[in-house]
């Protein structure tokens, strides 16, 4: 494997690696609920064409530099790289995905919560730490109604949900909403 370093954190390439066929380049970024590192992963596909692999965004649980980059490149190693080889010999490698519709991020916002807390699997959690985790949920999948969606999930008034979300952002629980936005802006400016 090799690899090119760069300051961890940078504006667009923290990390590139190259195994075989395939390259992988990573970007280290810090979010209001942690940090990530995002792949873009290219390869020679089966007629011999460069095409892109994967788009790919991991949390990460270390939180300096340093060891962000460590953990990346293992994560590299252990997944990123089998997963591209495996695609490469796909006919259909490299196509563009259309982005999700608003439709399709509440269906599958509600596939997921009633998956998760329909079916009783995580019925130890207060009604608080579940509103937490599904805001978390539809915050990830950008649900343009997460409150009203859970709220009829919940089969509670949407103010309920509100006031859940409310505690959850004075605990920390949550981010709070400026924060967020202030990051996404970030991300977008590249910085």
């Known amino acids: 494997m090799q690899e090119v370093l760069r300051s961890p954190l940078a504006k667009r390439l923290d990390l ?32 011999g064409l460069p095409t892109m692999l994967l788009d790919l965004a991991v949390p990460l649980s270390s939180t300096n530099p340093k060891d962000m980059t460590l953990e990346a490149k293992t994560f590299a190693e ?4 089998p997963m591209a080889e495996a695609l490469l010999s796909t006919p259909g490698a490299g196509e563009s995905i259309p982005p999700l519709g608003v439709a399709e991020r509440a269906s599958l916002f509600e596939a997921h919560m009633a998956h998760h807390f329909a079916s009783g ?11 937490e985790s599904l805001f978390k949920m539809a915050t990830f999948l950008e649900v343009l109604t997460p409150v009203k969606l859970i709220a009829q999930f919940q089969q ?11 505690r959850g952002r004075a605990s920390g629980a949550i981010p709070k909403a400026s ?10 400016k590249g910085k």
Not at 78 to 81: D, L
Not at 156 to 166: C, W
Not at 179 to 188: G, I, T
Request: charged share 20%.
């Open 121 to 131: 699997k995580n019925s130890g959690l207060t009604l608080q730490k579940q509103t």
């Open 179 to 188: 924060v967020v936005r202030a990051k996404k802006e970030l991300l977008k």
């Open 156 to 166: 509670v008034g949407v103010g309920t949900v509100e006031s859940r979300i409310q």
């Open 16 to 47: 590139e690696l190259e195994r075989g066929l395939v390259y992988a380049t990573a970007e280290m970024k810090a979010t209001a609920t942690g940090n990530f590192c995002h792949w873009f992963v290219s390869g020679l596909a089966v007629n």
């Open 78 to 81: 252990t997944y990123v790289f």
